[in-house]
């Protein structure tokens, strides 16, 4: 077993966990989320009666939305509306336009980058994390699933974890995929890397290693979707790109962001032999430089 590490409280991020979700939500319920999305600072300052009236629904549907964003009622959602707003934890997307100069884009760029960092921390569950880092220190076998932008996410996790000596390989086609996971055991690890949640081949590889009753990790937006029914532990990111959505820049950089603290936090679970072994697979290309 792995000795315990501390690995920080993350803030619940409330007003980004009820963005994510408005689109999946009942009619009912998304008229809840919308009033607070357009309202933010009104929330601290109003009972549940007052937003129920503005939103015109009742009031048992406001505390249904805040149970969805893992909240235990309206007193907390106001509370840590506040800590949110305090904390300037949401923001104005600034779009990508044609007309814009190279300065003007690599200043949004930026500050898109920046934000879904920031907005990733927020909504990552610590305890969830720590369930990931755990049952990684332990795995005989990591296996990783992704295809497109994903994948190339999971290549990055598949040579990291090998530089520590871990037993890591990254599948990024469908069928070596699904002859991976069925081939998983209760002793392995299978993360499964899907923005979207609903790329079919890594929801299915996903499912099988669950069926073999290796442990699934899945990272994905925080939104519900299929891949995280097959998921024991879920690391949600945070991604906004509508202009660029299929060149995936922010989905990647969130996904990217999460393995690297897993990483990170393995490393420091695991040392020194972590330590020795990064040490070890440095110097062993070292003479392929100039």
Do not use: W
């Not at 500050?111 to 960092?117: G, N, P, S, W």
């Not at 990552?124 to 996410?153: F, K, N, P």
């Amino acid at each position: 077993m792995c000795p315990p590490t501390a690995l920080g409280k993350l803030q619940s991020g409330s007003f980004i966990k009820i963005r994510e979700i408005a689109e999946s939500l009942t009619d009912a319920e998304r008229r809840v989320a919308r009033y607070i999305l357009r309202h933010p600072h009104e929330i601290p300052q109003i009972s549940i009666t007052e937003l129920s009236e503005r939103a015109r629904v009742s009031e048992a549907t406001v505390v249904r939305l805040c149970k969805r964003v893992g909240l235990r009622g309206y007193q907390d959602l106001r509370i840590r509306l506040a800590l949110d707003l305090s904390n300037q934890t949401f923001r104005i997307h600034e779009e990508i336009d044609p007309s814009d100069h190279l300065d003007a884009i690599s200043q949004k760029l930026l500050h898109r980058a920046t934000q879904t960092l920031q907005d990733t921390i927020q909504v990552l569950d610590r305890e969830a994390l720590q369930r990931a880092v755990d049952r990684i220190c332990e795995a005989r076998r990591i296996d990783l699933y992704g295809v497109g932008a994903s994948g190339v996410v999971a290549l990055d996790a598949e040579q990291k974890f090998l530089r520590i000596g871990l037993q890591a390989r990254a599948f990024i086609d469908p069928h070596l995929q699904a002859t991976s996971a069925a081939l998983l055991t209760p002793q392995d690890v299978a993360i499964g890397i899907s923005h979207s949640g609903s790329t079919k081949d890594t929801v299915n590889a996903l499912a099988i290693a669950q069926r073999n009753r290796a442990y699934t990790i899945a990272i994905t937006q925080y939104a519900p979707s299929p891949i995280t029914k097959f998921a024991d532990t879920v690391l949600h990111t945070v991604a906004h790109e509508p202009l660029l959505r299929e060149a995936a820049i922010e989905s990647r950089l969130a996904a990217l962001f999460v393995i690297d603290m897993v990483f990170v936090a393995v490393v420091m679970r695991l040392a020194p032999q972590t330590v020795r072994r990064l040490a070890q697979t440095r110097n062993a290309v070292l003479d392929r430089k100039f």
